[in-house]
């Protein structure tokens, strides 16, 4: 089975800007959740979508943002870039039963200038 | 690869000996656990997992136990290798939420 895949690896922005990471799951998996990675602050959940619709949500301001489509495949927008989004954005796959594993794809790097 | 933790605790071992990495974890109605490593450049590794009606895991080379007296998880790896290096999580999680992950730890492996 193919593993879990994040598009781009790696994204340079400027402040004010928006992006968009998308991620697609495990064959068969259900459940995509985003997790932000930084030196500082560690890996933090920001949001996890399951059959189409948002099941959990952390403590990050609106900007940040998500859909889930049909084929379970996610994307996450962030908009009006700041410079402390600079991170690694990671993806985590899953069944999606409440406690299931999770798989991690390799996450996709941006920097904003 | 992601820097994580600038000031992340650091275990040093020797090539061939046994690793133990500790994590307490902080909520008491967690009842699911994941141990994963994290490679520069890479995204987190599954490594082994356990549920609270457990005590202890064994996997190849590896064994995790949980203390749920003390919010305690660890995990053991077994001879030591290079490729073992790494930043090791854990991971908590209460059914139906999210994953709250620990620090991490960073493994060194001497030769």
């Known amino acids: 089975k193919a593993g879990v895949t994040q598009t781009p690896r790696y994204l340079i922005k400027t402040r004010g800007q928006q992006v968009t990471l998308s991620c697609s799951p495990i064959s068969g998996h259900r459940s995509v959740s985003w997790y932000q990675q930084t030196p500082g602050q560690g890996l933090q959940f920001l949001f996890e979508y399951f059959s189409e619709t948002q099941r959990n949500k952390g403590n990050f301001p609106g900007r940040f943002s998500g859909r889930q489509f049909s084929n379970s495949r996610s994307e996450m927008n962030v908009s009006t870039l700041e410079l402390g989004d600079s991170a690694l954005y990671l993806c985590?796959?899953?069944?999606?039963?409440?406690?299931?594993?999770?798989?991690f794809g390799p996450g996709t790097r941006l920097t904003v200038l | 690869g992601e820097n994580v933790g600038l000031h992340l605790p650091t275990l040093s071992v020797q090539e061939g000996d046994n690793s133990i990495i500790n994590c307490a974890y902080s909520n008491s109605a967690s009842d699911y656990f994941i141990w994963y490593k994290q490679e520069s450049g890479k995204g987190p590794q599954f490594i082994i997992d356990i549920r609270s009606n457990m005590d202890k895991r064994q996997g190849q080379r590896v064994t995790v136990l949980l203390n749920k007296t003390v919010k305690h998880l660890s995990l053991q790896i077994a001879a030591t290798q290079p490729g073992d290096s790494a930043v090791y999580f854990c991971a908590e999680k209460v059914y139906g939420q999210n994953f709250v992950f620990g620090p991490g730890t960073r493994l060194s492996v001497l030769p």
């Open positions: 985590a796959s899953s069944p999606g039963q409440p406690n299931n594993e999770q798989f």
